[in-house]
């Protein structure tokens, strides 16, 4: 299955229901069929083909969807960059995609890191979707299901950005798989104000889709009235990070809460603690809270049913149906249940690698002994009688301190369970520093260190805490690790 089909299938079950909506604008499932089918023709037009790179530069837009639609059909590789991304990774990114079109806002600052044309976004829509549609005249050349669609740049262990290249098959497998286990359905309202330079953010577009659901797309502007906004779009469905689900706790907090319609709220990228967990279910009562688990390189590994989000607290799911996961140790044997080793996934889900990053790709995607591609994912776990996933901590967020093993994800658990503590990053210890933790919140440091010292043993303890404002985040929600090292140096001055 191609991209686009899930698209073609929802217009041509659902053509009237409601696709996208961002601002005033609403398009139906048929016309956003169509306004991809122009853009299409379009790129086409503006020599866009087969396998060829086109990297769109936008904050969350309406007309994003249809171009996502529209270099599928084509077989093109659409590459979504978030606009606040630095000239030094943007100009490391555009080397690496080496893309044959680009569409902008800035277009001189984009225009000097790239040789290929650089057309302004509104412009390029403008002409776009005034044209007519002609897919007859679009190449001849058959989409592949191993064909890219997305290459999703991502950071990690690498200097610069690397990109996961994501084929349809893979795509539309794990969209599926997810949506049996979210269930979006008819008349579902989905809020988003993800990024859709995140998977996360993109595949709302895909789920609705398959549940022939409206995806309300937000640019994160206006923040302070998140709640009303909520609320007047009629929202059914939330999907978050622990950062904004802080945000909308502590404004309903200010406000004294407000009515909704959401009746599922759902969660990935770092860990959303128990606090903050119990904090939304007292905004919206009736929403049932489901934590995921996943990465990039597999879209997703498990999530917890919506029907049971209060039961196995802590654990993040069970793995997506038609998939497998296995917990190892350093050796690469499966370890019984209970037993904390290195999460590793097999399954049509997982993409064949790195773009242009062979090394890297060798690393991470392996050959289990069934011939199987299996993705080892750095992250730890274990799994429990029943098969469900519980999340230990990144390989270089597990260590050992004063002979005990410590996780960074235990330590910002039990600082969120303070009250006054907002959000919590914990740094391992390295040669030159030892444990620290970060905290959002209205406590003095040593406040904080005196309450962990009564929830943690003392070799969890950390030696040092830093009290900010707000936490710096990366465009998906994470913690910015090299801001939070920056401050710490400058504390330490």
Known sequence: MLLHDLLDDAATAAGSAPAVRAGTLRWTYHRLGELSAA???????????????????????????????????????????????????????????????????????VRALVPCPVRDRAEAWAEASAAPADLDALPARRVSPDDLALLVYTSGSTATPKAVMCPHAQMTFAASAINAELGYRPGDVVFSRLPMSWDYGL??????????????????????????????????????VPSLATMITTLAGRAGGSSSAVRMITSTGAVLSQPTIDALRLVFPEARVVRQFGQTECKRISVMPPEADRE????????????????LDPDGAELPPGAVGEIAVSGPHVMPGYWRAPDLTTRSFRVGADGERVLHTGDYGHLDEDGYLYFDGRRDGMFKRKGSRVSTVEVEAAAVDISGVRAAVALPPTDDRDLTVFVEGDL?????????????EPAKVPATCLVVPRLPLTAQGKPATAELNALLEGASR
């Not at 206006?222 to 906004?229: H, M, N, S, V």
């Not at 003095?444 to 943690?456: D, F, G, I, Q, Y």
């Open 39 to 109: 853009f299409a023709t379009w790129l086409a037009g503006n020599g866009v083909g087969h396998g060829d790179r086109v990297v769109v530069i936008s904050p969350p837009a309406a007309g994003l969807a249809a171009m996502l639609f529209a270099c599928s059909r084509l077989g093109a590789v659409l590459v979504p960059l978030d606009p606040a991304m630095r000239p030094f990774h943007l100009s490391a990114v555009l080397g690496d995609a080496e893309p044959v079109l680009v569409l902008a806002d800035d277009v001189d600052r």
């Open 203 to 240: 595949y709302q577009l895909l789920l609705c889709c398959l549940g022939r659901a409206e995806l309300v797309v937000v640019q994160p502007h206006d923040d302070l009235r998140l709640l009303d906004r909520i609320r007047d779009s009629g929202a059914t469905v939330l999907p978050l």
């Open 312 to 327: 196995r607290p802590g654990s993040v799911g069970r793995p997506l149906p038609g998939t497998t996961v296995r917990v």
């Open 444 to 456: 003095t440091p040593h406040a904080v260190l005196r309450e962990l010292s009564t929830r943690l």
